[in-house]
């Protein structure tokens, strides 16, 4: 089994800024990928990137987020960051990091097993 623990949640204005961290403890060797999430108030879950934690670090992002948002990871500090740039209103949500041990389902949701707490990130003026 995996732990996940989120920081660096917290508020944003529009257009600005945010990375949040995971640091990852446990038992890493059957991972595939470590992915972001998020949930917003009366939606659903939605992917929102990953990054495959031993083969090169292959990644992967929602449409929503391509060209804004980066995934990183140290897997040998056990890390993975999500760099949050030109944030929108629409991006507000609870940010959860999560394992997935399903080789090339990095963007499905429902492969991940293995859920941090969550971080929550607000955007307002």
């Known amino acids: 089994q995996v732990q996940l623990v989120e920081s660096g949640g917290g508020m944003v204005q529009p257009g600005g800024s945010l990375r949040l961290s995971c640091a990852v403890s446990g038992v890493t060797g059957s991972i595939y990928a470590l992915g972001w999430l998020r949930q917003a108030p009366g939606k659903e879950r939605e992917f929102v990137a990953a990054?495959?934690?031993?083969?090169?670090?292959?990644?992967y992002y929602a449409d929503s987020v391509k060209d804004r948002f980066t995934i990183s990871r140290n897997n040998v500090n056990q890390m993975v960051w999500l760099q949050m740039n030109r944030v929108k209103p629409e991006d507000a949500a609870t940010y959860y990091c999560?394992?997935?041990?399903?080789?090339?389902?990095?963007?499905?949701?429902?492969?991940?097993?293995?859920w941090g707490q969550g971080t929550q990130v607000t955007v307002s003026t």
């Open positions: 999560a394992a997935t041990r399903e080789y090339n389902r990095a963007a499905d949701l429902h492969s991940y097993g293995d």
């Open positions: 990054i495959s934690w031993w083969d090169g670090g292959v990644t």
